[in-house]
């Protein structure tokens, strides 16, 4: 069963909050301010999230702020396994499927991401946006 006090966010998220997406950066403020919660990305996401900023950003900052992220969040590795898992998933996109399989790994209850229909097929989920992630209740 799915625990509604585990919180998954999406890439998406963390690069649209430091690329200055206000409604990215009140959903990550909400959630740090969320007591009992526990918070979780992938160690995809910190890779994906380096690669978009590599050329925007000093690697000092990148550094920084992927030691920021690591100090909020719960870093979920996948294995050969969870990536078995995720290619044999009906969703068009394996990346998304990872994800989903590392958030289903954690028994997380929630799901934070901006392409909330990338993710409306997978079932066991709370789904949320950004903006939405209010919801989640203190």
Known sequence: MMDSNRIFV???VLVGAWAGCEKD?????YLFSLKGK???????SIAQFVSVFQKKRTNDEI??????????FNLVTFAEKDVEVAIDEVS???E??????????????HFITNNIKDYSGYFL???LKPS???????
Do not use: A
Not at 38 to 44: D, E
Not at 63 to 72: A, E, I, N, T
Not at 96 to 109: A, E, F, P, S, T
């Open 10 to 12: 999406d890439t998406n």
């Open 25 to 29: 950066e009140l959903c990550l403020q």
């Open 38 to 44: 526990r918070l979780y990305i992938s160690t995809l």
């Open 63 to 72: 550094r920084r702020q992927v030691k920021y992220l690591l100090s909020k």
């Open 92 to 94: 068009h996109d394996i």
């Open 96 to 109: 998304d499927n990872i994800q989903y399989v590392l958030c289903r790994k954690m028994n997380c209850g």
């Open 125 to 127: 989920l709370n789904v």
């Open 132 to 138: 939405q992630s209010r919801q989640i209740n203190q």
